[in-house]
């Protein structure tokens, strides 16, 4: 793409950054002229690898397999070595080492029924959230939904600290946010995710921008005031002087564009404006422990903590002799912990950190010979860390926040990458796309299309985790009464939804059912309720009134309900016992992540549905439904 005078368009890229750094490479390499204005005495941005090799900023490829940077890194020959685990439970759950009061490893049994509370509670979350954006409630704080559910669960102290301190893993050390400035419709809405498992790179992060970097002109130390797009070229205003190109990719943070820092003329477009406003930028934030030799187990990666109430300290301590081969421990406090933690002195951050180190390793734990720590909502170059959804907000904010102004204007990082914010691959994409756009070369960036949403994958963990649970606490005789009734199941219109699936399939799902009785003449569900889940009649007969558009049906045993109306808003009809009835109930929120996990049934009630819609065309003989 070439301007008026046939050549390639001049770009000043504003950050130097991951995002600055991909689009200003492709764009060099393509013969357009560019120059990256850096605020900075260093380039990376919030990717910041220190001369002790400590990723005080970025750590990890999240989401290993498939992952643009772990492609990048390949073709650059940078080493890199996978931890597993997802982006909230570093290394994994299943292996991390969970200390409780004491300093006591908790036993597997402990270990484990922390994450069942914290799923079950979780659980809740996403149904009413489902239920809220199916609806069109209103939005209200993550912190307004937990605690009405802590109000209803009533805890004990000690299972509520268990499943705070998951919380905080998800939330606060993870989304980098409070739950009171969290949205409970979109907090992590349709955010994908590439492949289990994160990996590490061995020479930290600065590696992949430094590699990036080279060849490129950077001006380091030039902080950006102005960017004036009202006349033929884009003109920034710098402390080091005023800059032109007829192209600009601006990459500040989220937390900068917060902060009007930088000033523009004409104003950004108001939708623009209002999704910087909606939009949350949290902090996670880091104290590293240098010491000359590691005290600790050597072969333990992640260390779980929860000596103390959780929402004052870490939730875990990172070894980087595990990953990198260095005796340094690492505590990550993010949100508002980590924005405290920013303004204590030298003298209270040694005294907290050496307390959570002498917890888990004990008291004769050394001193650390040097304590460094990150303070990101004070960096006047980010204020914060990476993007969040707030009340409010959607991600169709991070979207309105990538459209060019007038094809001279363009935006790149991680607060502009709708498919999934907040990681190293948000912003490289990001760069790679306004590339793209600025270019005109289209194969610079293709949208992610395959990957998984974070909350299905998150939910389908859930589920099967709540499956096994279930498993242990069912008679196989049991189980093997619920598969039975499953397998010979029909809807009332004749339909096997479940013949496909396996035994092993079959197991899952009757794991999951709850047991209910109905005495004779008691409504099951009546007409106009709100439907939320299936009923599995395992014993007796039932009458079902379809409101008088077909005739009512006595069914039993294996009479399947409801199973079809998770795909839109359904309404109940009047199911009565007509005995004494024993019901296999599911609601629709796990029963759809099963069939996430099983898409098989999925595309059979598709079927079923298609097949459905033909037979009713056939009856109006091509007549169309009045509405």
Request: net charge negative; proline share 4%.
């Amino acid at each position: 793409m070439t301007d008026e005078s046939g050549h390639l368009p001049s770009v000043l890229v504003i950050g130097a950054g991951i995002a600055g750094l991909a689009a200003a490479r492709a764009l060099h390499d393509r013969g357009h002229p560019v120059t990256i204005l850096e605020a900075r005495d260093r380039i990376g941005g919030r990717i910041w690898t220190d001369h002790h090799g400590v990723d005080l900023g970025a750590h990890w490829i999240h989401g290993t397999d498939g992952n643009p940077i772990t492609d990048l890194v390949e073709t650059l020959e940078i080493p890199y070595s996978y931890i597993g685990g997802d982006s909230s439970y570093t290394g994994g759950f299943d292996n991390l080492d969970l200390f409780g009061a004491g300093g006591q490893i908790t036993g597997k049994a402990v270990k484990d029924r922390t994450l069942q509370l914290a799923d079950s509670l979780l659980h809740e979350i996403e149904q009413r959230a489902d239920i809220a954006r199916k609806r069109g409630h209103p939005d209200i704080t993550l912190a307004e939904a937990i605690q009405q559910i802590f109000a209803a669960r009533a805890f004990s102290p000690e299972d509520e600290q268990a499943v705070r301190y998951h919380l905080n893993m998800i939330l606060r050390d993870d989304v980098a946010e409070d739950a009171d400035k969290l949205s409970l419709k979109f907090w992590e809405d349709g955010y994908l995710v590439y492949g289990y498992g994160d990996s590490i790179l061995h020479h930290g992060y600065q590696s992949v921008v430094d590699a990036l970097a080279s060849g490129l002109d950077i001006k380091l130390g030039h902080v950006v005031s102005h960017i004036s797009s009202d006349g033929g070229l884009v003109r920034v205003t710098t402390n080091g002087g005023v800059f032109e190109a007829s192209k600009v990719l601006v990459t500040l943070p989220l937390g900068v564009l917060k902060a009007n820092t930088v000033t523009f003329e004409p104003d950004l477009p108001q939708d623009k404006r209002t999704a910087i406003a909606r939009l949350g930028f949290g902090t996670l934030n880091k104290i590293a422990l240098h010491y000359p030799e590691p005290f600790w187990s050597q072969e333990q990666y992640v260390f779980g903590y929860l000596c103390r109430e959780t929402d004052q300290y870490p939730t875990v301590v990172i070894s980087m002799w595990k990953s990198h081969g260095k005796p340094i421990l690492v505590l990550l406090l993010g949100a508002s912990l980590g924005r405290a933690m920013e303004s204590w002195p030298d003298s209270l951050v040694h005294e907290y950190a050496t307390t959570v180190v002498q917890d888990i390793f004990g008291p004769q734990a050394p001193a650390p010979q040097h304590i460094s720590r990150t303070a990101w909502s004070a960096d006047p170059f980010s204020r914060g860390s990476y993007t969040c959804i707030g009340v409010n907000a959607s991600p169709a904010d991070i979207t309105t926040l990538a459209e060019p102004v007038d094809d001279r204007l363009f935006f790149a990082g991680e607060a502009t990458n709708g498919y999934h914010w907040g990681c190293v691959h948000s912003a490289y994409e990001s760069g790679l796309r306004e590339a793209a756009r600025i270019s005109g070369e289209t194969s610079l960036y293709t949208p992610p299309s395959a990957e998984t949403s974070r909350r299905q994958r998150r939910d389908i963990d859930r589920m099967k985790r709540f499956a096994r649970l279930r498993m242990t606490h069912i008679s196989d005789r049991d189980l093997k009464e619920r598969v039975a009734c499953l397998r010979d199941s029909a809807d009332p219109y004749g339909v096997s939804l479940f013949a496909p699936l396996v035994d092993a399939e079959l197991e899952t799902l009757a794991s999951m059912f709850d047991e209910l009785s109905f005495a004779p003449g008691e409504a099951i569900c009546r007409e106009d309720d709100v439907a939320h889940g299936i009923y599995l009649i395992s014993a007796g007969d039932v009458n079902v009134d379809f409101g008088g558009i077909y005739d009512s049906v006595t069914m039993a045993r294996g009479a399947l309900l409801g199973a079809h109306d998770l795909f839109f808003n359904a309404r109940t009809t009047t199911v009565t016992a007509l005995s004494d009835v024993e019901v296999y109930y599911l609601d629709h929120y796990r029963y759809r992540t099963f069939l996430y996990a099983f898409p098989d049934v999925m595309m059979l009630m598709m079927a079923d549905l298609v097949t459905r819609w033909e037979r009713l065309e056939s009856a109006l003989n091509g007549r169309a439904i009045s509405t």
